[in-house]
């Protein structure tokens, strides 16, 4: 679904009726900081438009996974973990972890990250 849901948490961070650090932002994206941070730098890329998870953002028109995914490269260069090592992140449906249903993109870095993930 495309613009503002009513009830959803990343929508209301896009309308700035919540509030968030905001790290990026791009005509169609918007990056900030992870309120509960797993590494040292972990922000989050999301389309300003809402789809629910990667599935929905893979079927939306052209060009928005691609800007998701060059913001998510411009935020690891801007915070620099970009040449250290850094992991972009998609969890996908509850049983991958996701809780909030406005897809979003983990960017994560500024120290060792093990693989696989838990
Ligand atoms: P998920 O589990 O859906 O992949 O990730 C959701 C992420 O959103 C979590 O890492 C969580 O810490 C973060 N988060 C949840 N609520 C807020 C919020 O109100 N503000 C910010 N900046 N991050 C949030
Ligand atoms: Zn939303």
Redesign the pocket.
């Known amino acids: 679904r495309v613009g503002q849901v009513s009830d959803c948490?990343f929508c209301k961070?896009v309308a700035k009726e919540?509030p968030?650090?905001i790290v990026y932002e791009t005509g169609r994206t918007l990056a900030?900081?992870?309120?509960?941070p797993?590494a040292p730098t972990?922000a989050?890329v999301i389309p300003k438009e809402h789809h629910a998870d990667a599935a929905a953002l893979a079927a939306a028109d052209d060009g928005l996974a691609d800007e998701v995914l060059k913001t998510a490269h411009a935020v690891a260069v801007q915070e620099g973990v970009a040449d250290g090592g850094y992991r972009v992140?998609f969890?996908t449906g509850a049983g991958a972890?996701?809780?909030?249903?406005h897809v979003?993109a983990?960017i994560l870095g500024g120290r060792a990250l093990t693989w696989p993930p838990g």
């Open positions: 948490l961070i919540i968030a650090e900030f900081r992870d309120i509960n797993q972990h989050l992140v969890n972890g996701q809780t909030v249903f979003h983990h």
